[in-house]
């Protein structure tokens, strides 16, 4: 079988000069100097690659009690903008809701500026570890370990081994207890975000 390693694979994602520009506008805005950004993607395609959102309020609350040069936003679709006000109001001096209001070149300009990018399995993901952003991807137990983590950001994806995974149900659990993203405890991301950090 081939392998490939880091340098063998590398992607070339290249967002607009009209995003780019976007992005620096926002972060002049919001991002002070002497601050960093982190971004929190709590959104899925489907429910059951939800990582709960009380969670990742509580890993909004832990990141800013740790770290008080973070600025946090919130990426996500239109379907997200609640998650976005329930986190952007845990403290609206440092969490900006971004949910519905960027589009996918705007978000991967925005990536590019991250400090940490944490989200559940899905496209954010991916753009932001193929723009170079330190990249926590909290994934469920649909696929084998290492088949669907962000290539250059594996070791620090985030996923619960559980008995019955891997499932390959992309769109419900079929035990219905969704484990595998509900089990994964906040001390557990957290501590990984502290590595980055």
């Known amino acids: ?3 490939y390693t880091e340098n063998d ?6 967002p607009s000069e009209t995003a780019l520009v976007w992005a620096e506008d ?5 991002v002070e100097p002497g601050r960093r950004l982190a971004v ?3 959104g899925a395609l489907h429910s059951h690659k939800d990582w709960p959102l009380e969670k990742y309020s509580a ?3 832990k990141l800013l009690d740790h770290h008080d040069d973070l600025v946090i936003a919130v990426s996500g679709s239109p379907t997200d903008v609640e998650k976005g006000e329930v986190l952007a109001a845990i403290n609206s001096e440092r969490i900006v809701n ?5 589009n996918i070149d705007q978000s991967t300009a925005l990536f590019r500026h991250a400090a940490i990018v944490v989200g559940n399995d899905g496209g954010a993901m991916h753009m932001a570890d193929a723009v170079g952003a330190p990249t926590i991807s909290i994934v469920p137990g649909l696929e084998f370990p ?3 983590e962000p290539w250059h950001n594996r070791d620090r994806a985030i996923r619960l081994p559980i008995d019955c995974a891997p499932c390959y149900s992309f769109t419900f659990c079929p035990k219905e207890h969704r484990r595998c993203m509900i089990d994964i405890p906040v001390e557990r ?5 502290a590595r980055i950090l």
């Open 1 to 3: 079988p081939v392998r």
């Open 9 to 14: 694979v590398r992607f070339d994602l290249r």
């Open 26 to 30: 926002w972060i002049s805005k919001h």
């Open 40 to 42: 929190l993607a709590p």
């Open 59 to 61: 890993l909004a609350r």
């Open 98 to 102: 971004l949910c519905g209001t960027t």
């Open 146 to 148: 290492d088949s669907i």
């Open 189 to 193: 991301v957290f501590e990984e975000c």
